[in-house]
């Protein structure tokens, strides 16, 4: 007699489940899903919005009270949105049409060295191990330097003055119309200028200074860009003692860690140690 009433409430459980279940669908509520792609468009005003995964695409309809976040979790205002960014889509599938409830925006970034600035093309090459890419300039875009200062860079204008080929960057960029677009350059190394005073060529640094009072020690990274010209094509042995040099630098930790150098630019004649020839990096190693 129990075996019976419990194999009955157990039919009655899973029909009450199915009847639940079917509701649930009925009403819209199916299990949420997330669709990440490059948003195509968004008419706020119709409430639909088109996102590219790779060569397909959805789209969607936003729901009432649709949310807008960025990537850091923080409300973001839908004018925010715009084509070319990444996004997540938070949605309800009902029979088809696919609801949305949540928009989250994330970033997309590429960090290497600069290969090259065009101002006049509007365009910055930045090469990373295993591959190089070209991003095109737009009318304004913000430029990160150390301590978070920060500036606005208008059709490429005034760029070179705080990037330079073999500088390491962070590009944040957007993908409108399939074309790469620097939204933000960030080129947070510090810059010294001085003397170089002695070279360690088995440990990889270098000493900075005036004779034998060396007031700067230097890493060099293991893809430290030492540019000759606009190149970044020079070798460490090449240095010269008695240079004058502009090193990009992090220091992390305490310790100086440089990512590029190159020759000072030029300075008046009448320096007094202006007539001062360098000497080979050779003749003064550690």
Same mark, same amino acid.
């Given at each position: ?66 949310? $807008? ?14 084509? @070319? ?49 070209? $991003? ?19 059709? @490429? ?53 005036? @004779? ?75």
């Amino acid at each position: 007699m129990k075996t019976k009433s419990l194999r009955l409430l157990t039919v009655l459980a899973v029909a009450l489940a199915s009847v639940c279940g079917r509701q649930a669908l009925a009403d819209g509520q199916t299990k949420e899903k997330t669709y990440s792609g490059i948003l195509v468009s968004l008419d706020p005003k119709e409430k639909v919005l088109k996102v590219k995964n790779y060569v397909f695409s959805k789209s969607f309809v936003m729901g009432e009270n649709c949310a $807008f976040k960025s990537s850091d979790n923080e409300s973001a205002p839908v004018a925010d949105f715009r084509p @070319g960014q990444k996004i997540d889509v938070t949605y309800r599938d009902a029979s088809g049409v696919f609801i949305a409830s949540k928009l989250t925006r994330e970033q997309m970034v590429y960090s290497g060295k600069v290969e090259k600035i065009d101002a006049a093309k509007r365009t910055i090459t930045v090469h990373q191990r295993g591959g190089t890419k070209k $991003f095109n300039l737009p009318e304004a875009c913000t430029l990160v330097l150390a301590g978070d200062r920060r500036s606005t860079v208008e059709n @490429g204008k005034g760029l070179l003055e705080n990037v330079k080929p073999g500088n390491r960057v962070t590009i944040v960029y957007e993908v409108p119309d399939a074309k790469l677009v620097a939204r933000q350059i960030d080129q947070t190394s510090k810059t010294y200028i001085g003397k170089l005073a002695a070279v360690d060529l088995a440990d990889n640094r270098i000493t900075t200074g005036e @004779g034998a009072k060396h007031d700067k020690e230097f890493h060099l990274t293991e893809d430290c860009a030492i540019m000759n010209a606009d190149k970044a094509e020079g070798r460490l042995k090449e240095l010269r003692v008695g240079q004058k040099y502009e090193l990009s630098y992090d220091e992390i930790n305490g310790v100086n860690v440089v990512n590029r150098i190159a020759v000072a630019p030029a300075e008046s004649p009448n320096r007094a140690d202006a007539s001062r020839e360098p000497s080979p990096v050779g003749l003064t190693q550690y």
